[in-house]
């Protein structure tokens, strides 16, 4: 089932080039997907507590998100980043990045991608590609179960290296302002892990081998043995499982310490990001960060800043 992505698409994975398309997969299940909500009010969104808009309007808060909104109150679009999501049976989101780019397909949600691309779009001189692909409820150990792991392979496993393929088999159809530049494969990101901790007595346990046999067949798959890879810690508080929730967490932290990975893979914590579920738009979602844009927002700020810093490693 190998990608033959480097005859394809001239790909030049890890490798600095004068100029070249830098393309980010953001993998993973719901969180990935992105919940958070940017300007619904009333009694349903929690009169509108922690959502975007709310918490640009926090004074403290002003220059930090100032970047995501023009001063006429429209959302800032970038043209140097492109996005491009294909939701489970729904249409296909193509476009430069802004709010919306979320699995409801409305300006109403985003997730992890909105910061995470200002990032590294404000760092890089070069156009670059964010390929979503993420499907709520998916666990490691089954869904995107990897090959080497051994038993049935993931069937959202497949799906995200073909949609890997199908994005950049159709550069040029779903944005005409490509020119053609090879492709460099800048980072796998991986925010996941709800459906494995849920299930503590067998994916739990098998979780960090997992972990590590998915960042090992998708390298291979893509021919990018030195592909970055970014794992993000899961966020949520999960009080009611403290002990399950922990040896997940250590499982997605002990891949980024394994010898054969060091200084290609690392772990970024973003539990602390979490906010009070009265703070939040959607109180009773505590599996979705109950829906708070700071979370969101502090989550992709990380998960860039961690990219960005590989980058340079690189170079």
Do not use: C
């Not at 949600?109 to 779009?121: A, D, I, M, N, Y």
């Amino acid at each position: 089932m190998r990608l033959p992505l480097l005859a394809l698409f001239g790909l030049a994975a890890s490798v600095a080039s004068a100029k070249a398309l830098q393309v980010y997969i953001l993998a993973g299940q719901s969180n990935m997907e992105g919940q958070s909500v940017v300007d619904l009010t009333g009694k349903n969104y929690n009169e509108g507590r922690g959502t975007l808009v709310e918490v640009m309007a926090r004074p403290a808060n002003a220059e930090r998100y100032a970047h995501l909104r023009a001063k006429d109150g429209s959302w800032i679009v970038r043209k140097d980043v492109w996005i491009r999501y294909q939701r489970e049976k729904q249409p296909l989101l193509i476009g430069e990045l802004s709010v919306g780019y979320a699995v409801y397909g409305d300006k109403h949600h985003f997730g992890p991608e909105l910061q995470f691309g200002h990032v590294v779009g404000e760092a890089s001189r070069d156009q670059v590609l964010l390929i979503k692909t993420a499907w709520g409820g998916k666990s490691l150990f089954r869904d995107f179960r990897p090959p080497s792991a051994g038993g049935v392979v993931g069937p959202y496993y497949v799906k995200m290296l073909t949609e890997v393929r199908a994005a950049l088999a159709d550069l040029k159809k779903d944005f005409p302002s490509y020119d053609g530049s090879p492709v460099e494969l800048a980072g796998f990101i991986w925010y996941q892990g709800w459906n494995d901790g849920v299930n503590p007595k067998t994916a739990v346990p098998e979780y960090e081998q997992n972990l590590a046999h998915l960042i090992r067949d998708v390298r291979k798959e893509l021919n990018a043995p030195k592909l970055p890879v970014i794992i993000g810690e899961l966020t949520g508080p999960w009080v009611d499982a403290p002990k399950e929730w922990t040896a997940l967490r250590q499982a997605q932290a002990n891949v980024a310490l394994m010898p054969e990975f060091k200084d290609t893979v690392v772990f970024v914590p973003t539990r602390d990001f979490v906010r009070k579920p009265a703070d939040s738009p959607n109180p009773s979602h505590g599996h979705h960060e109950f829906g708070n844009a700071e979370t969101y927002f502090l989550v992709g700020d990380a998960l860039g800043k961690a990219a960005v810093q590989m980058a340079g490693r690189g170079k």
